[in-house]
């Protein structure tokens, strides 16, 4: 079983919509936990970080970690055409250990 | 700025010549690592190195070789590139003391062996 999962398919929502991303992991370590925004043509950059489990917010993003069901979701509100990219989930186990464990990434595509 | 640097961002070589991705970060960080990016399968470790003279393999090192001779500085080097190396690569950099291991990535070499 790979340490996390981000089912990889596509997700098209019209502009305005609600985007909710997700992956699951097996590795109960996991206590760091991030989510990096990919444009095309660019490197990942970090959108959002959680430690533990719990809610986040910064804006129109929210990060939840349920830590219990090895869980964690990306939410997008108001989705606009300039969050069409690619959102990778990444964990890792402790404080400054830089060995991130990445999902495979969803491509998000906000339409006008 | 701070930013992390690849040269070349895009190259085209055949199979068994030599070449070399260089990376470069002006961030001080102490932490340096290489990645490699395929579709459906997501971003994978190729190697790090957590300090100068200090460097280690991620989960596909195969075929690739690092070395960290000075802080700001993070060669890839592929001795005899194959076809199964065309990939997206990137180097990022952080620093493990900032909390949260932020990785800063560079904008990514796009490598096709022929």
């Known amino acids: 079983q790979k340490e996390v999962e981000q089912d990889p398919g596509p997700l098209s929502v019209p502009e305005g919509a609600i985007v909710s991303l997700n992956c699951t992991y097996s590795?109960?370590?996991?206590?760091?936990f991030m989510w990096y925004r990919q444009y095309s043509r660019k490197g990942p950059e970090l959108l959002m970080y959680?430690?533990?489990?719990g809610n986040k917010e910064d804006g129109r993003f929210t990060a939840q970690v349920d830590k219990s069901s090895k869980y964690i979701s990306l939410f997008i509100r108001d989705s606009q055409p300039s969050d069409s990219a690619t959102y990778l989930c990444?964990?890792?186990?402790?404080?400054?250990?830089?060995?991130?464990?990445f999902g495979k990434g969803n491509q998000v595509v906000v339409i006008p | 700025e701070a930013q992390v640097t690849q040269n070349p961002r895009y190259l085209i070589t055949v199979t068994g010549k030599k070449l070399t991705v260089t990376c470069s970060q002006n961030m001080n960080h102490e932490y340096m690592s290489w990645y490699r990016q395929d579709p459906g399968l997501g971003l994978r470790q190729i190697y790090y190195?957590?300090?100068?003279?200090?460097?280690d393999k991620g989960d596909v090192p195969e075929g690739y070789k690092v070395s960290r001779k000075e802080k700001r500085n993070f060669p890839l080097i592929l001795e005899s590139p194959s076809p199964n190396q065309t990939s997206l690569y990137f180097c990022?950099?952080?620093?493990?003391?900032?909390?949260?291991?932020?990785?800063?990535f560079g904008e990514g070499s796009r490598l096709t062996v022929l």
């Open positions: 990022a950099s952080s620093s493990p003391t900032v909390n949260t291991g932020e990785l800063f």
């Open positions: 590795n109960s370590a996991f206590q760091y």
């Open positions: 959680t430690y533990s489990s």
């Open positions: 190195s957590m300090n100068v003279e200090v460097t």
């Open positions: 990444a964990m890792s186990v402790m404080y400054g250990n830089n060995r991130l464990a």
